[in-house]
């Protein structure tokens, strides 16, 4: 193991957004707290309990998952596809690393990064709505979980983009809008029962229910199907990733 | 022939279709100065890149010190160097950081007081707190030379390092290359100058269109290839050869007064004696008579024309 290799990178790239600190990490707190200011409090207010949990508590989950997913592919995919655009990367690959050092390195600070903005956000969350975690274990699992196979999946994105249209593709088109219909706000048990049905299609659905029954035993599938679903995700993401190490797929054709 | 860098049958196709290397084979003698000559898109990056790890081969094989660049990739690519045809370089990293980040990379400890002379040797210490964006192109080239170094590799690999560098910067790179090479350091290094390869190079490889067309020592190859051109300027023009001087395959200048004769030095007879003689014969005056010997690039050109 290249545990050099591996700390210079993660360095590297833990500076690079503490260099950034306002973008880094103030920019997605703010956004996270306007998102609590109207929705918890403006429009909160207005709403009753949701399986008896108070509505500004209650979104609290969810938009942790929505700064954590974005964040997460963000910080991932960025770190991987800039030294691309520029041609630094020609110095990662001609080194003695395996693919999973690299990973451990750019991976694993994006992870963290997001991981920090989690944390960050729960602890801002605290300053609007009372909160209680019934589960803390869970919670911090299911955090660390999404936050790793959602950087891995970042990474996949920074990998395959050759241009920034590419690299913001996916993340707006695809992550928000299946953050925003799974669940973040509501429950699914909410929706009109063909609409329930089509959003058991969105994996985010998963994640969200997973980590709100952490917080308040509430749900909207069983905490054993949601790790299921972020364990094989993660799986998915892992072998993509290798595969596209092995055969060189946009680093080395 | 011992070698440190040996490529066998060395093939490469992008998805594009372009066959940038076709069935490349080389070997490099640990502690030479190999010096790859070819025009822009010949296929030399390809070829570099495929050793260095950046690029897969189509097919063939290469070793780097007795290990395979893909089953040995630890081994072969610790004891490579290379530094970028590009000036690629992070805008906001600081000289220091960025060496320290290379020697991480490459599984070095770290190990400043290497890095400080090694800094120092390419008159970089007083910059070492500057961010890269803030430096000249030629110091930019030197930080990727101490990036390239400063894992203390044993073979360096220079894609085009003088591209676009005044003449002074270029002497002292070709210096600094004559020092690593007298560290032991094997180098390869790409490039269009001519008299670059003529100033450093022990050997000469010429590469065109994906083809390696010869490797060889670099006077053994001026000495097979070179020509040897005897010109006579005469004092009046001529219209016609006579007839007299057909067996020395002269070239008569457009203007009559210039005649090029073109010959082996290598040989017992070079046939100028004859050729003086025969002029004199012919009633033509001398002005004025000069030799001159083919340079590397000539013989480049030569090489490459005779391809096209």
Redo the contacts between chains.
Sequence with gaps: M?T??V???YK?EMLRAW?TLLQSFASPVLSTSLYFVVFGSAIGSRIEHIEGVSYGAFIVPGLMMLALLTQSISNASFGIFFPKF???I?????????FLEILLGYVGAAATKSLIIGLIILATAGFFVPLEIAHPVWMVGFLVLTCISFSLFGFIIGLWANNFEKLQLIPLLVITPLVFLGGSFYSVSMLPPAWQTATLFNPVVYLISGFRWSFFEVSDVSVGLSLSVVLVFLGACLLVVWWMFR??YRL?? | MQSIVSVAGLSKTYASGHHALKDVTLNIAPGEILALLGPNGAGKTTLISIICGIVNASSGSVRVGDHDIVSGYRATRSMIGLVPQELTLGAFDTVWNTLCFSRGLFGKKPDPAYLERLLKDLSLWGKKDSELMTLSGGMKRRVLIGKALSHEPSVLFLDEPTAGVDVELRKDMWSLVRRLRESGVTIILTTHYIEEAEAIADRVGVIHDGELLLVDDKLALMHKLGKRQLIVELEEGVSALPESLFPWALDLSTDGRRLTYTYDPHTTHTGISGLLQAISSAGLLLKDLKTTQSSLEEIFVNLVKGKQ
Excluded: D, F, L, W
């Excluded at chain 1, 020609?90 to 395996?98: F, G, I, L, N």
């Design positions: 290249n050099h290799a700390r210079v990178i590297y260099e520029t041609g630094t020609y110095e990662v690959m001609s080194a003695p690393v395996s055969t060189g080395k054709q």
